[in-house]
């Protein structure tokens, strides 16, 4: 009977630590799957040169064709971002640029800093092409060098304007040259996108009467921030436009 019993505790045993086991294993797949990044920018380019990573958005076909983005990376001192690039014998456009601040890993909360990454001291100027259509948040976040940003007049999307990449019709501002002391926003920006500003060192900005909206984490941990000019004018203010920064939105 004893001997039954035990095996049968054994048996127990075994099963409880079978279910540790598949619990834990369990854990770790789902912990893998909350840090799976949002984004395939983590994973290896595509094509990888000097100036950027290149990742394939979509690929071309008879009618269309394939699309690339474009990750601006911190070893040369003019980047160059070309209208079409070659992968593996096919042409693809260059429509979107991301920075070396994009984030590969979702932020959970506002002392998450995911989009932390090596500075660039290397870059003073950046040309963007025609074919350019759209520009990920914080591009131009970690450049503490940069001077200029070229745009082809013959972009549809982009008008570079007093230091700062603006849409075409100048109302949406989605970065600047490295800033300083103080910066006057360009007339007729109605929104800052988001990230906009993260990191700068400026000290004192001046917005617009036509500025109506600060988009989320848009002026993140920019320390040295401790004015901010027309702000009453503003009637939408992201999520964290301000944290980290000596100026505080009352």
Do not use: W
Not at 3 to 29: D, P, Q, R, S, T
Not at 210 to 220: E, K, M, Q
């Amino acid at each position: 009977m004893m001997n039954e019993l035990n095996g049968k505790n054994n048996y127990v045993l075994g099963g409880n630590v079978m279910k540790k086991v598949a619990l834990f294993l369990a854990a770790i797949i789902m912990f893998g799957a909350i840090c799976m990044p949002v984004s395939a920018k983590i994973a290896e380019p595509d094509l990888k040169t000097s100036a950027a990573d290149y990742y394939i958005i979509s690929e071309p076909s008879a009618e269309v064709k394939g699309k690339v983005s474009a990750k601006l990376q911190n070893k040369e001192n003019e980047i160059i971002i070309p209208e079409e690039v070659t992968i593996n014998g096919k042409m693809y456009s260059v429509t979107e640029i991301s920075g070396l601040c994009y984030p590969d890993i979702a932020d959970k909360n506002l002392k998450q800093d995911a989009y932390k990454n090596i500075k660039n001291k290397v870059t003073q100027i950046i040309t963007l092409p025609k074919t350019i259509a759209r520009v990920q948040k914080g591009t131009f976040s970690n450049f503490t060098n940069l001077k200029e940003i070229k745009v082809d007049p013959n972009n549809e999307y982009f008008i570079y304007k007093k230091g700062a990449l603006l849409s075409k019709d100048g109302k949406k501002l989605y970065g600047t040259i490295t800033l300083q002391k103080k910066y006057t926003i360009p007339k007729g920006v109605t929104t800052i996108m988001d990230r906009a500003f993260a990191y700068s060192k400026v000290k004192t900005i001046v917005l617009p009467k036509t500025c109506h909206n600060i988009g989320a984490r848009s002026f993140y941990r920019c320390s040295k921030l401790s004015e901010v000019k027309g702000i009453k004018g503003v009637k939408r203010v992201g999520k964290g436009a301000f944290y980290g920064c000596k100026f505080k939105l009352r």
